[in-house]
C-alpha cells in the first residue's frame, strides 16, 4: 500500500478497540485524520482529533481496513457493506464464514487480541480468509504488532482454543494475584503492600519466564527440589486441585468460543 492506510475501528470507543486505536496511532501505522471510530451513544473523551462517526457504513466507506470491534451479542446488529475492503475481527468466537457473508467482503481476518493490548503487550493469534493478499497479511501484521506479538495459526480450531488460553488470558494471573492479595491481607499485611508485592511478584515472574525460556514445568521441578516453603505450598495447592481447576476453566472458555460463533 503506497497510500496512507486509513483505519476504521467499529467500537473504538470500547476497551479493546481504543487501546489499538491508540497502539496504531503511537506505531504511527495511521494518523489520527486516517482513523476513523464509530461509537453507539455518545462520542468518548478520548483521540479527539480522530475521525469519529455514529454511522458505521460511513466508517467503512472512508476506510481501507476495518476492525470489528464490538461485543459478539452486539455483532448481529452490524450491517454495513465493506465489499473490497480489508475486514479484522477481535470478536470471540465470530468464524470468518460469517464475516464474509455478513459484511460482504472475501477478505477477512479473525483475530484474538487481549487485554494487555492496552499496555502494548498482547499476545494476539489470528487467521485469513483465502481472499486475502500478501499486501494484506503484512497489514495485518503491521496492526496486530504495535498490539504486542501475533502469530498466524492454522485452524479456526486453533483460535476457538486461544480465546481461552491468551484472549482470556491475562484474567488468570489476574485472578491468582486477586487470591494473594486476599490472603495477604487477611493475615494482616496493608493493602498497598499487598498491592505492590503482589504485582512485583507476576511482573518478575514474567520476564523470568520470558528471560530463561525454560519450560515453566522445569522452573517448578527446581522449586520442588528445594523441599522448603515454595514446595510445601506447591503440593498443597495441587492437593487442592489447581491443575484441575485451569483444565475445567480453559475447557469452559472453549466450550463458550464455539457457543458464542454458533449462536450468533
Ligand atoms: N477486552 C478484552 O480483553 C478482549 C480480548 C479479546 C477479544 N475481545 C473482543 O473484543 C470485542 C470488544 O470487547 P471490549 O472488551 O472492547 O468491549 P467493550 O464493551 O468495552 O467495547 C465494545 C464497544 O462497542 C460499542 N458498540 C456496540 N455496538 C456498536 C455499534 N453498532 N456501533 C458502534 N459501536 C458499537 C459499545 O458501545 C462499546 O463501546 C469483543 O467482541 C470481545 O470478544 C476483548
Known sequence: MGEPMRIGI???????????????????????????LSYRSGQPGFLPSARWTSDNQKLADRSDVIIVSVRPQDWPAIDIS????LVLSVMAGIPLDQLAGRLKTDRVVRTLPNA???????????????????DDRNA???ILEACGAADEVKSEADIDYLTG?????PAFPALLAAAMMDDAVS???????????????????GKLLEARKDNPKDIVQTFLDYRGTTAAAIEAMRAAGFEAAVRDGLAAALQKSVSMGQAS
Open 116 to 134: 494487555a493490548a492496552e499496555v502494548r503487550t498482547s499476545y494476539t493469534p489470528w487467521i485469513g480468509s483465502q481472499g486475502i493478499t500478501a
Open 10 to 36: 467499529i467500537g473504538g470507543g470500547g476497551w479493546l478497540g481504543r487501546a489499538i486505536a491508540e497502539a496504531v496511532i503511537d506505531a504511527q501505522i495511521v494518523s489520527a485524520e486516517h482513523l476513523s
Open 140 to 142: 495485518v501484521r503491521r
Open 165 to 169: 488460553l491468551t484472549g482470556s488470558g
Open 82 to 85: 465493506a465489499h473490497g475492503k
Open 187 to 205: 493475615r494482616g499485611i496493608s493493602p498497598d503492600i499487598a498491592r505492590r508485592s503482589v504485582s512485583a511478584v507476576l511482573i518478575g515472574t
